[in-house]
T-cell receptor, first 115, second 112 residues
Framework: GDSVTQMEGPVTLSEEAFLTINCTYT??????LFWYVQYPGEGLQLLLKATKADDKGSNKGFEATYRKETTSFHLEKGSVQVSDSAVYFC??????????????FGTGTRLKVLA | ETGVTQTPRHLVMGMTNKKSLKCEQH?????MYWYKQSAKKPLELMFVYSLEERVENNSVPSRFSPECPNSSHLFLHLHTLQPEDSALYLCASSQDQQGSPFFGPGTRLTVL
């Protein structure tokens, strides 16, 4: 079945460092891909998405490119801030055989940014 | 209130208690969901409701009983839970089953 694998955290960086959080997926169809962020004490918020191969999603300085050839959707940011400290979830949405859509989430990667 | 709200935010209960979690969405969405978030495990989809009808039940034990009285409200009734049911329970909604889910802040449940 469909699945999402993301790197285990925690990831600890200094402020202004470059961030990469790896995410790979397996899917039977042509999924849409997402990154969600969860700040402490809050629910998940959609950060960015890409719906087809080679699409780049971007928001708040974060970017991720849908790479079909490597089945990856790595999250990057050029210069992280303390306020980026959160848990980041990679997810996919794929159409099931019954015609409904299913969202599959990864385990989450905790990012801690130090001042 | 805006977005998706959940009450209570924290709940501690014994294994013989009965409690309910409440979720309300103010977005005019037609689909609502319950997810379970446990440490170091992927988010687990528990139930999906579309237009107040349950369309998915992912092999969830019967000690969890959902209720969707209308398109804005979703409940999760809890009865004789086990300590391993302790987790963050997230409610979400989306415009339809294809749309990206919009999450509430969750209820942190501890079962003693």
């Amino acid at each position: 079945g469909d699945s999402v694998t993301q790197m285990e955290g925690p990831v600890t960086l200094s402020e202004e460092a470059f961030l990469t959080i790896n995410c790979t997926y397996t899917a039977t169809g042509y999924p849409s891909l997402f990154w969600y962020v969860q700040y402490p004490g809050e629910g998940l918020q959609l950060l960015l998405k890409a719906t087809k191969a080679d699409d780049k999603g971007s928001n708040k300085g974060f970017e991720a490119t849908y790479r079909k050839e490597t089945t990856s959707f790595h999250l990057e940011k050029g210069s992280v801030q303390v306020s980026d400290s959160a848990v980041y979830f990679c997810a996919l949405s794929d159409r099931t055989t019954s015609g409904t859509y299913k969202y599959i989430f990864g385990t989450g990667t905790r990012l801690k940014v130090l001042a | 209130e805006t977005g998706v709200t959940q009450t209570p935010r924290h709940l501690v209960m014994g294994m013989t208690n009965k409690k309910s979690l409440k979720c309300e969405q103010h977005l005019g969405h037609n689909a609502m969901y319950w997810y379970k978030q446990s440490a170091k495990k992927p988010l687990e989809l528990m139930f999906v409701y579309s237009l107040e009808e349950r369309v998915e039940n992912n092999s969830v034990p019967s000690r969890f009983s959902p209720e969707c009285p209308n398109s804005s409200h979703l409940f999760l009734h809890l009865h004789t839970l086990q300590p391993e049911d302790s987790a963050l329970y997230l409610c979400a909604s989306s415009q339809d089953q294809q749309g990206s889910p919009f999450f509430g802040p969750g209820t942190r449940l501890t079962v003693l």
